[in-house]
């Protein structure tokens, strides 16, 4: 089910440059069979991903049923409540982000970003750009998006600390995060429905293979070289080159997060020859080694 959320078009460019995404939280949470959380608003924006399970929204108003793989954006001040299976409750991935700076010096805890709706206050949310953004949208690679999540949930060790560098950090991974999401959830007609087609038969294919067939895709589509580029950043905030690059190194984190090939199998399977060149590269992607990112985020062994 799609909900739309503005029912006018604005140009993504114009919207998106006047405004500085700031990631606030990120966190996992596991619902009981037939938990309900309360009516409610929340003063953050927030993209959530149904990792296991399924449940029921209410947003606005309207209810439309999740399912694995659901991609959800609310926006500040949105009315909702959550309902989870009462057999296969669900298992969220959720990220609450500022659109734009906003000051709430009492906000000390994530739970004071939530309230209900008589107690809510308006002036504490942040401006909200004027997209055409899908509420509600399926992926079909969900270990990929649970990847995402991962970048951007600090370890217990770090919660609460308040050096710059890993706000820094993390709130550089959101950025990156939010184009991959916004690549999806833009409503058709708010970008080149080229460009579109493009980013979809990225998905399905390596980064290998992206690379050898990115120039003849947009060629097929009527696309000059140039014309490609200007298109492709204004859409995706990156050149289609650092687009694969980034890419490439999202399947190696969905690797290393969901299967039991050995870090040696994973670097030879996307093109590196050198195991230390592989932890080396991987390391100033992510901030941490393959291994690293491996104990925080894979499979038991």
């Known amino acids: 089910m799609r909900i739309p959320i503005y029912s006018f078009r604005v140009d993504y460019v114009t919207c998106y440059s006047e405004f ?3 990631l606030l939280f990120a966190q996992k949470y ?5 938990e309900q959380c309360p009516l409610r608003r929340c003063y953050a924006s927030a993209i959530i991903l149904i990792e296991s399970g399924k449940g029921r929204l209410e947003l606005n108003g309207k209810r439309c049923d999740v399912e694995p793989g659901s991609l959800v954006y609310i926006s500040a001040g949105s009315v909702h409540r959550w309902t989870a ?7 969220q991935r959720c990220v609450y982000f500022d659109w734009k700076y906003v000051s709430r010096p009492d906000f000390q805890y994530q739970r004071d970003y939530f309230c209900g709706i008589q107690t809510y206050r308006k002036e504490l949310i942040s ?3 004027e997209l055409e953004l899908q509420e509600v949208i399926r992926s079909g ?4 998006w649970v990847s995402y999540f991962n970048t951007l949930t600090p370890p217990p060790e770090i919660l609460g600390q308040r050096n710059p560098w890993y706000k820094l950090q993390y709130n550089g991974a959101f950025q990156t995060f939010l184009h991959h999401y916004m690549a ?3 409503k058709k007609g708010a970008r080149d429905p080229r460009i579109s087609r493009i980013l979809s ?3 399905k294919e390596t980064p290998e293979q992206c690379e050898r067939n990115l120039y003849r895709w947009a060629e097929e589509l009527g696309l000059k070289k140039s014309r490609f580029h200007a298109l492709f950043k204004a859409d995706t905030g990156y050149t289609p080159n650092d687009y694969v690059k980034r890419l490439k190194y999202r399947r190696i984190a969905e690797d290393l997060a969901g299967s039991n090939l050995s870090i040696t199998d994973i670097a030879s399977k996307h093109g590196f020859s050198s195991i230390h060149y592989f932890s080396k590269a991987f390391r100033l992607t992510t901030g941490l080694s393959p291994s690293e990112y491996r104990k925080k985020y894979g499979p038991a062994l």
């Open 30 to 34: 596991v619902f009981g069979p037939g």
């Open 184 to 186: 999806l959830a833009m």
């Open 127 to 129: 401006p909200l750009p």
């Open 85 to 91: 299976d009462s057999q296969e409750p669900m298992v």
């Open 20 to 22: 500085n995404p700031l």
């Open 141 to 144: 690679n969900i270990q990929l």
């Open 201 to 203: 038969l990225m998905e």
